[in-house]
């Protein structure tokens, strides 16, 4: 028992025994004294020391209920320290985590990447010197992963430790014709046909991040989906938001996993093509900061559609 709660106690029995004892002693200064009155009033008199007998056990429960909610008090207190402290212990190591985090985000980045821009030139000009080299043709494809990964192991930390952006106005149309620009050489290199409108007066709110967005979402579709296929891009005005869609003809993506790709390292294995699992998960938080949303349904001609929807600006 708490040491408070044990003092409540005695001094609740010890004014329980005062009031006994004094209740006693006056009702026998009373009977001694006072006989013929006594006698007279005896009814009264004795109810009036019954009730003050029957009050005496009340004092016993205040003086206990007193005890408790002090000693509930201090466990509170003492608990809430005891919090606080964890509280703050927790903080001080996610801060730490933090910044090995950042520290090794730096290394991969700085420390990793130069060495490995490094080989790449040695074998790109090794394959200009002989362009079938399968040994060559892996190395470059393998390199190539390894920078994906890193860069997009850092793009993603950096998400992730944003709580918000500032939003402006942004016009899709022009943040999709400069992506389409960029991945122009690999749909040919694959012979897919990307099809798209184009045009102007998408406007959106949103951010720099988009770029990241649609190349996600593009490289994507274009890793998966067959050669000699095509890819459609679409804007699509909706009430309130703009939707972007990217329809692929790949594999096309299960049901049970059209939640899982947007998470971190949840990939699923498709036709045997290989990669870093981050893609769609740097697509999903940079939407997120921007207060948008992505999901993924079947393409009915075979593969999947992307959908990304923004509010108008």
Do not use: C
């Not at 998966?224 to 679409?234: D, F, L, Q, R």
């Not at 294995?269 to 699992?277: D, I, Y």
């Not at 697509?283 to 921007?290: E, I, N, T, W």
Request: avoid cysteine.
């Amino acid at each position: 028992m708490d040491a408070s709660k044990k003092d409540y106690t005695k001094i609740s029995w010890l004014v329980a025994s005062i009031g006994i004892i004094i209740n006693i002693l006056y009702f026998s200064y009373e009977l001694i004294f006072f006989r013929s009155v006594f006698t007279k009033h005896f009814v009264s008199v004795f109810v009036e020391h019954v009730v003050i007998i029957l009050l005496i056990p009340l004092f016993i429960v205040v003086g206990l209920l007193v005890g408790n909610v002090y000693s509930l008090k201090k466990e509170l207190e003492k608990r809430s320290i005891n919090l606080e402290e964890t509280v703050k212990q927790r903080t001080r190591e996610l801060e730490e985590s933090n910044k090995l985090k950042d520290l090794y985000a730096d290394i991969l980045t700085h420390d990793v990447l130069n060495p490995l821009g490094s080989v790449s030139t040695a074998v790109e000009l090794k394959l200009e010197d002989e362009p079938g080299d399968e040994d060559m043709l892996i190395a470059k494809r393998n390199i190539t992963r390894a920078v994906e990964l890193i860069e997009n192991a850092n793009r993603y930390s950096k998400l992730v430790a944003k709580d918000d952006v500032e939003l402006e106005k942004v016009d899709l149309g022009e943040v999709l014709d400069e992506v389409l620009n960029d991945y122009s050489p690999l749909a040919m290199e694959k012979n897919i046909r990307i099809k798209y409108k184009g045009g102007r007066g998408f406007t959106a709110m949103g951010n720099a991040l988009l770029k990241d967005v649609f190349s996600n979402l593009l490289s994507n579709a274009l890793k998966y989906s067959h050669m000699n296929t095509e890819i459609a891009v679409n804007i699509v005005n909706g009430e309130g938001a703009w939707k972007v869609e990217v329809a692929d003809r790949g594999e096309g993506i299960k049901d049970e996993d059209k939640e899982k790709i947007f998470e971190r390292f949840k990939r699923v294995e498709k036709g045997g093509v290989k990669g870093t699992g981050l893609g769609l998960a740097i697509v999903k938080k940079a939407l997120d900061l921007q207060k948008g949303r992505v999901w993924v349904e079947d393409n009915p001609g075979g593969g999947s559609v992307f959908t990304v929807e923004l509010s108008k600006a």
